[in-house]
């Protein structure tokens, strides 16, 4: 019985409404935050940033996106990898074009112009709903990367088609560039998530989320409530596409430094991160965070164990890890369509008894 | 079961109109769903529709909440012409209902589930809402209050925070009552509130539509097909049949209108 509620009253309804209601919980994520503020980065190395810590935190970031979209407000969408392109390519626009701004300022305002972009390709479902808007925004995901190769002024004319990130440092920090060091990519990814994060789930308590959710579950009875459809869907759009717009152009300046569209903001991409919500928990956040560990853990384990524990060949194993996922998607679809946080809500409500049955 | 003394019908008429449907035709199509009806609904009363099946009672309650759009006719709210408008303006205006099969959010507690009905009355943007600390969250306290009393009001407190989906009909039916009067409504449709449900939930649903009509004052319009329930609750009833208009008065009035009798109500007469 170390997990329980029983004797956490609350005597007003500010109390009632927190993130995290009980007081052990709070006490967790506020040691978890310590240790990933406060300890990691001074022991972080190349390896684990660049492997480990942060995709998984850009990740993150993204997963909240479509999750927002998707989860909660039941809109699906297979652009992800598209909107990222585009916070990408508005990042490096941004950067080379006015260097003196400070970075997290081009990363939010990449964001921006992301969720504008997302709000524009998220008027036809207004009209259509389900599986013909997934393919109105997989039309979204292969315009935008046609749009960023065909259009020379994108990537400022460079011989190669790619972009690259100049460095740019924050409080003299070089958080992009090759000059950068794991601990300042690290942080500065740790910051976004954080604060993105708060926001979202400050969004999905209140009216908003209520009115996104209210969307999903019978959009009929939200209209005769008075939710607007067309604000509810089209803020659902900008929000999630804000957050993609930002895991974009962190996933371009910070992680990979240069970027080529076709390759990096893929289909691929897409079916990525909406994996990762469906693995971790549609209409959850903390979902959105277990699922972008749990895809970017994976591959890192299984090299782990399969190339170099076991000696294996490198396609081998890579190929065993596409096995492994769509084995898993499907096992999630069918027995657990709520995700690993429902399995987390679900250990979490054993434990309030543990060890007793009842 | 027996009336309680609400409103007294007599006392209905003097009332002001709140509510006033002039020559209303509906059509799908060749279909002519209402033919030229017209009635009103006073502040106030409880005003029962009632009609065999297909008399078009339904297509009626989605012209007053915005779902369909008349070809012919007005609609008049609180003295003003109300022009077509979509659904969400409609609730805009102080108009809420429930549905005849449930439409709850499933995936949300009881609890989010009134609080959304609240949604005319959050006012905060969506940046305040993504800081939450200062106005947003005063307004989410404010409504919460507000949420509570009517938790409170239909005796659903245990269940505040279960998923919709897991309760059983009788409470989902209480819950989208819930909703519906969160949103303060002046005028609550009501489409077959009862229906389904077992002799002693109508009894608990009767005692909640009139103690919501005598202490918050709401003006009521329910479509019902237990007739007991309909002469026991309602102030004054109208009759339809193949989408005309046969009948409209007091209870008494109406269980008297031979072409009532004829058309519904199935008592023999010579």
């Known amino acids: 019985m170390i997990y329980r509620e029983a004797g956490d009253f609350k005597t007003n309804y500010v109390s009632d409404g927190q993130t995290f209601p009980l007081r052990f919980d709070r006490w967790a994520y506020g040691l978890l935050l310590a240790v990933a503020f406060l300890v990691i980065p001074f022991v972080i190395d190349d390896y684990w940033a660049n492997a480990v810590f942060v995709p998984f935190l850009i990740y993150a970031i993204a997963a909240i996106g479509l ?3 998707t989860g909660y407000c039941g809109q699906v969408s297979l652009g992800t990898g598209g909107f990222m392109a585009v916070g990408a390519y508005a990042a490096y626009k941004l950067m080379t074009a006015f260097p003196d701004v400070p970075f997290p300022v081009h990363v939010v305002l990449a964001g921006g112009i992301t969720a504008a972009v997302g709000v524009l390709f998220g008027l036809p479902s207004l009209r259509i709903k389900g599986f013909y808007l997934a393919v109105a925004t997989l ?10 190769n065909k259009v020379p002024w994108f990537y400022n004319y460079s011989a190669s088609g790619q972009i690259s990130a100049p460095t740019r440092e924050v409080f003299g920090w070089a958080v992009t560039g090759p000059s950068a060091t794991p601990a300042a990519s690290y942080l500065i990814c ?7 994060a708060l926001i979202a789930r400050n969004l999905t308590r209140g009216t908003t989320g209520r009115t996104w959710m209210a969307i999903r579950d019978m959009d009929i009875a939200a209209e005769i409530i008075g939710v607007n459809p067309l604000t509810a869907k089209l803020s659902a759009f900008a929000v999630s596409s804000f957050f993609i717009g930002v895991a974009g152009a962190l996933f371009f300046a910070v992680y990979l430094g240069a970027v080529e569209v076709g390759s990096a903001f893929g289909i691929q991409k897409s ?9 971790g ?16 853990l994976l591959p890192v384990l299984l090299k782990a164990i399969g190339v170099d524990m076991l000696g294996w060949p490198t396609d081998i194993v890579a190929h065993i890890q596409l096995v492994i996922v769509g084995a898993l998607i499907i096992l999630f679809l069918v027995l657990e369509p709520h995700g690993l946080a429902q399995l987390w809500r ?11 049955p009842y | 079961m027996s009336a ?4 007294g019908p007599e006392a209905a008429p003097s009332r002001p109109v709140l509510m006033e449907l002039k020559n209303i035709t509906l059509r799908f199509g060749g279909v002519e769903a209402i033919k030229d009806i017209s009635f009103d609904i006073r502040e106030g009363e409880i005003r029962a529709i009632i009609g065999p099946n297909g008399a078009g009672k339904s297509s009626m309650l989605n012209v007053i909440s915005g779902f369909y759009h008349p070809q012919e006719g007005e609609v008049w709210f609180r003295g003003r012409r109300r022009p077509a408008m979509k659904p969400y303006q409609v609730a805009r205006l102080g108009i809420a209902r429930t549905f005849q099969n449930i439409a709850l959010f499933d995936g949300m507690s009881v609890l989010d589930n009134v609080m959304t009905g609240r949604i005319t009355h959050m006012k905060r943007g969506i940046f305040a809402q993504g800081v939450w600390k200062g106005p947003a969250e005063r307004e989410e306290v404010a409504n919460r209050e507000a949420v509570e009393r009517i938790i409170d009001f239909l005796e659903i407190q245990r269940i505040r925070k279960t998923p919709v989906g897991r309760l059983p009909y009788g409470l989902k039916k209480r819950v989208e009552l819930a909703r519906a009067l969160a949103a303060e409504p002046k005028l609550l449709l009501l489409d077959e509130p009862m229906a389904g449900m077992n002799v002693e939930e109508k009894e608990d649903m009767s005692r909640f539509i009139l103690d919501v009509n005598d202490e918050f004052g709401t003006t009521i319009a329910l479509i019902e097909h237990d007739m007991g329930v309909v002469m026991d609750l309602s102030d004054r009833v109208v009759v339809m049949d193949y989408g005309r208009k046969i009948g ?8 008297a209108n031979p072409e009532v009798i004829d058309a519904y109500l199935g008592v023999a007469h010579d």
């Open chain 1, 67 to 69: 999750n927002i979209l």
């Open chain 1, 139 to 148: 039309a979204a995901q292969f315009f935008l990367v046609w749009l960023f």
């Open chain 1, 190 to 196: 740790l910051i976004f998530l954080t604060v993105l």
């Open chain 1, 271 to 279: 079916f990525l991160v909406l994996f990762m919500i469906i693995i």
């Open chain 1, 281 to 296: 928990g549609l209409g959850s956040i903390f979902g959105s965070f277990a699922g972008a560990a749990f895809l970017v």
């Open chain 1, 346 to 356: 679900v250990t979490k409500e054993k434990l309030r008894l543990w060890p007793f």
């Open chain 2, 4 to 7: 309680l003394p609400a409103a």
């Open chain 2, 248 to 255: 409209d008065g007091t209870p008494a009035e109406v269980r």
